[in-house]
């Protein structure tokens, strides 16, 4: 196995944010040593890419932990056309340059 695959493994295992989303989502029912396991079966979610990119999973308003659909940064996508909340990430591409294209960006005084 390549060190750099060990290296998200490890990282995915340990990391406590990583630990809380997937006690949510398994609701506990996983032993914290299956997150990778789990983690490289999901063809939905580049998961390697986000732990490189140094994202971790943050908690939303509800208290569920969430992963980001892009990495800031590059605008590089994360999640597959068929993952579950791929959509969300595409119609607020489309709000945001509907909005940009009618003007509002500019009268709300962003760039």
């Known amino acids: 196995m390549p060190k750099q695959k060990k290296d998200w493994r490890k990282t995915a295992r340990q990391d406590p944010e990583i630990q809380l989303w997937f006690e949510q989502i398994t609701k506990g029912k996983l032993a914290p040593?299956?997150?990778?396991?789990?983690?490289?079966?999901d063809e939905s979610y580049d998961y390697q890419a986000a732990i490189k990119a140094g994202i971790r999973p943050a908690?939303?308003?509800q208290g569920q932990?969430?992963?980001?659909?892009?990495?800031?940064?590059?605008?590089?996508?994360?999640k597959a056309d068929w993952h579950p909340t791929a959509w969300k990430e595409w119609d607020y591409r489309v709000r945001q340059r509907e909005a940009e294209t009618a003007g509002f960006r500019e009268a709300l005084g962003k760039k």
């Open 65 to 78: 932990y969430h992963w980001p659909s892009v990495i800031g940064e590059t605008g590089q996508w994360l």
């Open 59 to 61: 908690p939303n308003a």
């Open 33 to 41: 040593s299956e997150t990778a396991r789990m983690m490289s079966r």
